[in-house]
């Protein structure tokens, strides 16, 4: 299981692992903490737009029509996220 860079809210641990999807394609964590009485929690934060899958989903969104604000809602990042990802795709693809 892979540690990614997210804290657990309840405890702050960092021993957090990725734990599925919610439907509408929300990152789920589960903290590794025994002693943590939270356990499992939603990725809504600044960090999950820096993984490199969410990038790509913002590509492959933004390509199939979908506007700024539905792709940041659906993904849990904010519009600003979306729109820097897209600007520095567009740029390294173009030469
Ligand atoms: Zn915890």
Redesign the pocket.
């Known amino acids: 299981m892979a540690v990614v860079e997210v804290q ?1 809210p ?2 702050r ?1 960092r021993e957090v692992v990725r734990y599925g999807r919610q439907a509408n394609g929300e990152q789920r964590y589960r ?1 590794n ?1 025994v002693a ?1 009485e ?1 356990s499992i929690f939603l990725g809504r934060y600044r960090k999950i737009g820096r993984l490199p899958e969410v990038k790509q989903q913002m590509v492959d969104m933004a390509l199939n029509g979908s506007g700024i604000r539905d792709t940041a809602r659906v993904l849990g990042v904010s519009p600003m996220t979306v729109i820097s990802t897209l600007k520095k795709k567009r740029s390294r693809s173009t030469k």
């Open positions: 657990c309840a405890c641990s903290c903490n943590c939270r």
